[in-house]
């Protein structure tokens, strides 16, 4: 199976901004800036289907990337790209999501967090 992610020169502002006026997908963000790619299935908030349109809206914007590995789906920030694209834009929204919970990931319930 192959996920369509928008081209660089594709990722529109209007659809950047749409996808990151979301306070789950704002969390989907700060964690990914602060913990690199992460697999799908190990981040939890509320329901899988749920946080599944929420990693498909933040993809077909052009906010992440996902790989697929074998059964597991990895996302991670195209950073590099909206960079390009938006200078600036990517690290302010960061910075104004350090406000919002980070989402449970299997490792917090595995230590006891």
Sequence with gaps: MKLLHPDAEQIELSLVLA????????SIIRQL??????????????????L???F???REAGVTRTRIEGTARHIS????????RFPGL???VIKAAASYPRLTTEADVTDGA
């Design 19 to 26: 996808a990151l006026s979301d306070p789950t997908r704002l």
């Design 90 to 92: 990517l690290d302010s």
């Design 52 to 54: 599944s349109y929420h």
């Design 77 to 84: 920030l195209r950073r590099e790209d909206l960079d390009a």
């Design 33 to 50: 800036a602060e913990d690199g790619e992460a697999m799908c299935r190990r981040l939890d908030f509320g329901s899988k289907s749920n």
């Design 56 to 58: 498909a809206k933040l």
